[in-house]
């Protein structure tokens, strides 16, 4: 359901695009889309790809790759298919509408050989189908996800992408991070909030890559880093609600969010009320 330099896809269906935007190892794609009775695609990507079905359905899918799979079904809400770089795939889709969301990994974003990656057509897959509707919702907030939470995205789905479809499906180690480090890195972004924060700066105050630092600042503060920094955000801005009349907007700002909507919508889903209400009753 996309198009790359190197494939090549024949006329058919109508997209309609709801979020595209490009960072350093990923891109994301969002968009509804109608085949008509017999809509053709070819194709062959530069880039590890998966595509989650969020809502809608098609009559028929029928999916051959290079090396001979073969699928015969349908599109579904919470499919869940993945193409690994270079893998040949030729696409038939009856009459359908669905809404779905592309992620397109850099190839060398993945620690493993290529080859060893294993393609599948429309599976389910709870943690892939759990990431996309995240993202979805993030692209709800103030017009797409930040940074950080597309850096731990791309390291999520990347780990569990060679953890559960690698040949070799190495298991994940036990990850520590160094506590004199992790309080350093916990320090670090109590004072650099209003920054856009990015996983690999973090992981490199740790002194680790960004696979075993995301493993090691969950395990040793339960959160993910995206979900512990949007925690400490709206801890400051609640601090600095209840205990100054600065305008709401400013407060946003100072805390690391990119606009009062967006503090808003964040503050009423952690704290259960809205910021002029917090800090109406404090």
Excluded at 163 to 175: C, E
Excluded at 199 to 225: C, E, H, I, N, W
């Amino acid at each position: 359901m996309t198009t790359d330099q190197c494939s090549v896809r024949q006329p058919g269906g109508r997209y309609l695009p709801i979020f595209e935007r490009q960072w350093a190892d990923v891109r994301i794609q969002i968009s509804r889309w109608r085949s008509g009775p017999a809509t053709e695609g070819l194709s062959q990507l530069d880039d590890h790809t998966v595509f989650v079905t969020l809502a809608g359905a098609t009559h028929r899918t029928v999916v051959t790759l290079d090396d001979g799979q073969r699928y015969v079904g349908a599109d579904f809400p919470g499919a869940v298919t993945f193409l690994p770089a270079g893998v040949r795939r030729h696409t038939r889709h009856e009459t359908g509408l669905v809404e779905f969301i592309a992620f397109r990994l850099r190839q060398d974003l993945i620690p493993s050989d290529s080859t060893q990656l294993r393609a599948f057509t429309n599976q389910p897959d709870p943690v892939i189908h759990d990431l996309a509707w995240k993202c979805r919702d993030e692209t709800r907030v103030n017009g797409g996800p930040s940074t950080l939470f597309v850096d731990n995205l791309a390291t999520t789905l990347s780990s569990h992408l060679v953890t559960k479809y690698s040949a070799s499906s190495p298991r994940p180690k036990s990850v520590v991070v160094d506590r004199r480090r992790l309080l350093y890195v916990l320090d670090y972004i109590k004072d650099h909030l209003a920054e856009d924060l990015r996983l690999a700066k973090l992981a490199t105050l740790a002194d680790m890559d960004v696979y075993q630092f995301a493993r090691g600042f969950k395990r040793a503060t339960g959160q993910s880093p995206h979900r512990y920094v949007i925690g400490q955000r709206v801890e400051r801005a609640a601090l600095l609600l209840a205990r100054s009349t600065r305008p709401i907007s400013e407060i946003a700002h100072e805390v690391g969010f990119a606009s009062q909507a967006h503090l808003t919508t964040t503050f009423r889903k952690v704290v259960g009320e809205t910021p002029l209400a917090y800090r109406e009753d404090r």
